[in-house]
Nanobody, 129 residues
């Protein structure tokens, strides 16, 4: 059972990246997927969350990324994605994905980190100003 986060890299401010979160050993469709990030010297913070299910599922975003980041899932590929657009220097961080078998993000999705069952290893996003 594993979550594999990938897609990070070095990008200039204003640029874009697509992060992937691939699951192996379990069916990702049943899980809510949270995205978190941790910048050097700062606490981990929630970025986005998407409920389990297919088309039209609920999505949640931190205010700091709303309108710039988009969370998606492709259940056929057993993968979730986080599209990062209009990147800013302050978006620089290690990004993690996590899976919650409750299937629902809920209003406390960014605080309930202890309820996520699986975590990816993290992928580094560096935004140059």
């Amino acid at each position: 059972v594993q979550l594999q986060a990938s897609g990070g890299g070095l990008v200039m401010a204003g640029g874009s990246l697509r992060l992937s979160c691939a699951a192996s050993g379990f069916t990702l469709a049943r899980y809510a997927i949270g995205w978190f990030r941790q910048a050097p010297g700062r606490e981990r913070e929630g970025v986005s969350c998407i409920n389990s299910g297919g088309v039209g599922v609920s999505k949640y975003y931190a205010d700091s990324v709303k309108g710039r980041f988009t969370v998606l899932r492709d259940n056929a590929e057993n993968t979730a994605y986080l599209h990062l657009n209009d990147l800013k220097f302050e978006d620089t961080a290690v990004y993690y994905c996590a899976a919650d078998d409750d299937g629902v993000c809920g209003s406390s999705w960014s605080q309930k980190t202890h309820e996520y069952d699986y975590w990816g290893q993290g992928t580094l996003v560096t935004v140059s100003s």
